[in-house]
Every structure is written in C-alpha cells, then in structure tokens.
C-alpha cells in the first residue's frame, strides 16, 4: 500500500460536490458549514484530515457512519474523507464503485453485478472514474447465498469488460496496487482487464473447475501481463502442479495456500529453480519417500515458511540448502487422523535442525510452532506429557543453531507439558544474541493438565543475566500461591538495572508479556 496522503495531488475532481455521493454521504445538509475559529489547525491540513479519517472502520456501517457525517461538519473535510474511503487499507470491492453508476443505497450493495443502463445520473461517470483513480486496494465481491457464484462472477467479468470499452480500453483502477481476485472459467481472464501492470500484490484463488491446462494459460498470461507484481499469494485445487506453472518475472514474495497445495521435495525443488528473485516462500511439504538429494533452495530465499507433519519437516531440513536464509518459520501440522502427540517424531526434527551446519551460519530467526488443538476431535489431546527441552530445544543448542539467533519463537501448545527454571537458564546461556524471545506453552489459551511444570519467576533474572540485547520477551511462568507481588517486584527488578557509568540503562527489554500460572490450594 502506498501512502495515502500523497494521491490527492494528481487526480483530477470530477463536476458536482463530492459529498453528495449517494452511496456513502447522506444528503441532508442545507448549507456550507463553516469552520470555527476555535478549531485546532491541525484539522484543516489535508494530511491530517486522511490519516483522521482512515481511523474509521470503513467496512462497518457505524464507522461508515461516523466518516460521513464528521465530512458534512466542514465542507473541507469532503474530500479527505472520501478519499480515506477509497484509500482504505481495507480495500473496497467492485461492487462499492459500482453503486456510484447505479446511484442506489449502499444497503444494497450485495444485489448482483448486472449491465443496467448507467446514465442515473448526470456526473455518474465522472464519480466512477475518479474513485477508481483512488483505489489502492480491491478486495472480492461478496454475492447474496442465492447467487450462483460461476454465473456471478460471469456477470462481473462481463461487465469489467463494458467499463474498460467505455472507458477507451483503459483500466479504471489505474493506481491500484492490491487485489484479491477469485478466477472461474466463466470469468475469462477479466483481470488482465481489470488491473493495471503495475498491480504489486495478488491474492489469487483459481477455482477448481479450472482444468490444468487453463490454470496454465492463466498463469503464463499473468506472468506476461502485470510484469510489476512482486507479491503472490496462490490457491488452487489440491490436483494442480503448481511447479508446473509460469510466475511473474518479478516476483519476491509467494505463499502457497497450505490447505489446498501440498509439495514433495522433488516438487519444491522443481519450484524454486525456476524462482531466482524470490525472497519469501510459505509452502506446505509432504515427504516423498523415493526422494534422496539434496534441496537447493537459491541464493535470493531470506524467509522461508513450511508447515507439514514432524517426519516431513526432518527429512526436509536435513538435506535442503539456503546460503542466504536469515528467517525459518516451521509450523508442526499432522493430518487429522495423525495428531496425537509424538516425542520421537518432534525430536528428530529438532535435532536435524540442529544438524544442518550451514544452516547456523546464516540464520537469525527460527520459529517453531506446534499445537494439538488445531484439528478439533482428533487425538491431539491424548500421549504423553512434551518435555520441552531435551526434546525441543537441547537439540538446537548443542551444534550452535542458537548463538547467533536475533528472534526465538517457540509455541508447543500440548495438555501438558515440563520446563524448568534451569532449562531456561542453559536456553537463555546458548543464545547471548537474542533481541526477541518467546516461549509460549498455551497457558494462557489452553487448561493445562497435570503434570505440567512451568517455570517460575527466577526465570526472568536468568533470561536478564545472559540476554542483555533482549528488548522484546513473552514468557509463561508459575506460582505456587497467589501472592507473589514481592517476588515478581524482585524478578522484574533484573530487566531494568541500575544505569552503568555511562548514565545508559544496561538492559534494553522495552516490551514484556507475561502469563503467570497461579497453583491455587483449595485446602
């Protein structure tokens, strides 16, 4: 998104009063209302007014509301608040801009695209064209449960294409910069219609009565067409090969949708060779049992996200190769049938993670997250209790992986679970780098059962002691009775020191997050 308050100088007003458009300003003013003169100043400078205004929930009838009758306060206000609409970071959907054609109430917004006559009005056109020109993002059109969504959005593409006619072969929205974008064959690559060449991010659904071979013509004309698209978020049917497709030329950022696309080895590698510009890659990997080599990853990737099973992930991130990979974000997600709880298949994750050598040399932030509530009435629930660090984390420190990390992100959510006070301490001595640490057991959104342990306070001074870079620290510990303020006041007391000979403080921790777990004795 671009910012908001520099669009304003180059667009052009179209005739009438910007605050009667029917859709979204009431008109129930009589007169120009004219500023106070014990008003601040601030509120008649345009940049103010945009980022005042963007303040609204736009999507909410209240803030909709709100916006609308603040802009009838001053006539100046209009403008700025229009265009905080239309800015919104939001997005607005086809069907708000096309109620200006229609002039019909905003409550009806959900009627379906159709090809009425658009001349309701005299300075319709007008209106239409100039808001398009504001537009920076455009989110899906929502049809009434009793549209056919195919027909729908056959609608939508035809009448995308009478506007662009109309409007000289020319895109509407020229200065949009996002979309969300849902293809059916009934729609017949509208988009490239729609969107100008300098669209920079996607979110693209490509419905599954889609065949293969027109998710490739699609993909080939989209990766020809919007050359500047830098940011590509993909869901397709599960049958589709996605390493099989054409991507833009330019691209840095792709996420492919982890519940309907799922990778093999030899797929991901397939992949990412033909994405030398890629940055940032969110995929879900299933292991190929066949697949001995190596995984070549590129010298571009930086951010690498992957979701799978426990078994997947270790045969993965024991054979791939990053040399440029300074982010690695895991998230343990079994299938449904499989998710209880297994301490053999998280340890040998950990434990090739903490193998790959050349994976330490570049890495400075690692996330691993694992939950047994993400599939609901499954087994999630049921094994034995996770031992947090000889399974989890002692794996990681004991080749390095750990002393040269800037950010830890470690979220094992189980009914119970086991950390003590001095397996954060051996943590906390392993990683002397840390500016962000979060160790999350789900004490704060799970009942844990016994026997858990948590550790206690005595863990903030450790983490003080051997972290000094750290400013950012979300931690869960355990009380055995419910006050504490004393101890806690004592504990705290080690992230803020007494300022050294400098006048500087010692420690640099500006946010902490902690849950404490209160042990209370009924008896």
């Known amino acids: 998104m671009g910012n908001i308050h520099s669009s304003h100088t180059s667009l052009p007003r179209p005739s009438g009063n910007l605050v009667h458009w029917k859709p979204h300003w009431p008109r129930h003013f009589a007169s120009k209302a004219r500023p106070t003169q014990q008003a601040h100043p601030a509120l008649f400078c345009y940049d103010a007014l945009i980022e005042i205004f963007a303040a609204f929930d736009l999507d909410d009838q209240d803030g909709l509301t709100a916006c609308a009758h603040s802009a009838q306060v001053c006539w100046a206000w209009s403008d700025p608040a229009s265009q905080a609409l239309w800015t919104s970071y939001s997005g607005r959907s086809l069907k708000d801009l096309y109620q200006l054609l229609r002039a019909v109430d905003v409550s009806l917004i959900s009627e379906l695209l159709s090809l009425n006559a658009f001349h309701h009005r005299r300075d319709a056109w007008a209106l239409f064209l100039y808001c398009g020109s504001q537009i920076r993002a455009l989110k899906c059109s929502h049809h009434d449960w009793r549209d056919d969504p195919a027909a729908a ?32 064959p009934e729609t017949r690559g509208a988009l490239f219609s729609l969107v100008p060449p300098s669209l920079g991010s996607l979110n693209l659904t490509l419905h599954s009565t889609m065949t293969q071979h027109d998710i490739e013509t699609f993909m080939a004309q989209l990766s ?17 090969s996605v390493d099989q497709l054409s991507y833009p030329p330019h691209l840095h950022h792709l ?79 079994e299938e449904c049938g499989y998710s209880s709880y297994c301490p053999k298949g998280h340890h040998q994750l950990a434990t090739e ?12 932030s690692l996330s691993l997250r694992y939950s047994t509530s993400w599939c609901p009435g499954s087994l999630g629930f049921t094994g034995p209790p996770l031992v947090l660090f000889p399974s989890i ?14 950010t830890l992100v470690v979220e094992y959510w189980h009914r119970a679970v086991r950390f003590t006070d001095d397996e954060v301490l051996r943590l906390a001595q392993a990683c002397p780098e840390l500016k962000r640490l979060t160790l999350s057991l789900g004490a704060r959104t799970m009942c844990l059962q016994p026997p858990t342990m948590l550790p206690s306070l005595v863990t903030l001074r450790h983490i003080a002691e051997h972290c000094p870079r750290l400013a950012y620290l979300e931690v869960e510990v355990e009380l055995a009775r419910c006050d504490n303020s004393v101890l806690l006041a ?34």
């Open 153 to 184: 959005k056959g609608a939508e593409g035809v009448l995308i294409r009478s506007l662009v006619h109309r409007n000289h072969g020319r895109t509407f929205l020229p200065s949009l910069e996002s979309a969300e974008w849902h293809e059916y």
């Open 224 to 240: 020809s067409s919007i050359s500047g698209l830098h940011t590509l978020h993909l869901t397709t049917a599960p049958r589709v």
């Open 255 to 333: 996420s492919l949708d982890a519940n309907r696309i799922v990778l093999s080895p030899a797929e991901l590698q397939t992949l990412v060779s033909c994405l030398k510009t890629v940055e940032t890659l969110s995929v879900r990997i299933a292991e190929d049992r066949a697949w001995h080599e190596g995984v070549r990853l590129g010298t571009a990737l930086r951010v690498l996200h992957l979701e799978g099973g426990c078994l997947d992930l270790a045969a993965l991130v024991s054979r791939f190769h990053a040399p440029s990979l300074r982010e690695l974000d895991i998230r343990v997600k």
């Open 353 to 364: 993670l903490g193998r790959n050598a050349r994976l330490a040399r570049t890495l400075r």
């Open 393 to 406: 984390l002692e794996p990681l420190l004991v080749h390095g992986l750990t002393m040269h990390l800037e």
């Open 490 to 523: 004592s504990e705290l007391s080690g992230l803020r020191p007494p300022r050294g000979a400098d006048g500087t403080l010692a420690h640099q921790l500006q946010t902490l997050e902690l849950t404490i777990r209160t042990l209370v004795d009924w008896n």
